[in-house]
């Protein structure tokens, strides 16, 4: 089993459509959580940290349920600029991040 | 925002060369910095974790003799890519550990063994 999985996609959506990920980890110690964003042949970068609570950030929201292991991303009101990989991230402690595989996600005009 | 920055962007070398790819924190100082390696459609996997001052540590099945990592400053780690092969051929991204311990991700170095 896969120590971070996520659906591969990809998904095509329209503009303005909502898109939710989801993500499941395997390491039940694992510390904190993170959504990135990588564009074709980029790095990575943090679009938000992932907490039990819920947290939102403009339209997007991120959920942590430590009980099911499973974290979500939700994108409302889709822009084309959203066309990325999305990536669940881990962290496993020591700073170790363990990254998903990414999701791919195309928002067509 | 902190800034990691990586040279070079991308690489170009015949099998049996060696290739030293530079990690930078521009605008913080680093004691702790992280090389992954990510193949095409494949997500980022750690190779090494690379400490100021001391030896890295590396995740299992990474060659440390063929992955040499020097950390020599709070700035800098270089990745050596020792007699590289076809194989070897990915995008290589450094992180550096900055406040709040979040990783600041470089732009990555694309290596092509030829």
């Known amino acids: 089993r896969k120590e971070v999985e996520q659906d591969p996609g990809p998904f095509n959506v329209p503009e303005g459509a909502t898109v939710a990920f989801n993500c499941t980890y395997s390491?039940?110690?694992?510390?904190?959580f993170f959504w990135y964003r990588q564009d074709c042949r980029k790095e990575p970068k943090l679009l938000m940290s992932?907490?039990?609570s819920g947290n939102e950030d403009g339209r997007f929201t991120a959920q942590l349920n430590r009980a099911s292991q499973y974290i979500s991303l939700l994108i409302r009101d889709s822009k084309l600029s959203d066309s990325a990989t999305y990536l669940c991230?881990?962290?496993?402690?020591?700073?170790?991040?363990?990254f998903g595989q990414g999701t791919r996600l195309t928002i067509n005009p | 925002g902190a800034v990691v920055s990586q040279h070079p962007s991308r690489v170009i070398c015949k099998s049996g060369t060696s290739v030293k790819i530079e990690c930078r924190s521009l605008?913080?100082?680093?004691?702790?910095m992280f090389w992954y390696r990510q193949f095409p459609k494949q997500s980022l996997m750690l190779m090494a974790t690379?400490?100021?001052?001391?030896?890295?540590?590396?995740e299992q099945g990474v060659e440390k003799d063929k992955f040499l990592i020097n950390h020599a400053s709070l700035t800098l780690s270089t990745l050596t890519v020792t007699s590289a092969h076809p194989e070897d051929s990915s995008f290589y991204i450094c992180?550096?550990?900055?406040?709040?311990?979040?990783?600041?991700f470089g732009p990555g170095t694309r290596l092509l063994v030829l």
């Open positions: 992180s550096a550990l900055g406040s709040q311990e979040t990783q600041y």
């Open positions: 390491n039940s110690a694992s510390q904190s």
């Open positions: 992932v907490y039990s």
């Open positions: 991230v881990v962290n496993q402690g020591a700073q170790k991040l363990v």
């Open positions: 605008d913080f100082q680093a004691t702790t």
């Open positions: 690379s400490n100021e001052g001391s030896k890295a540590t590396y």
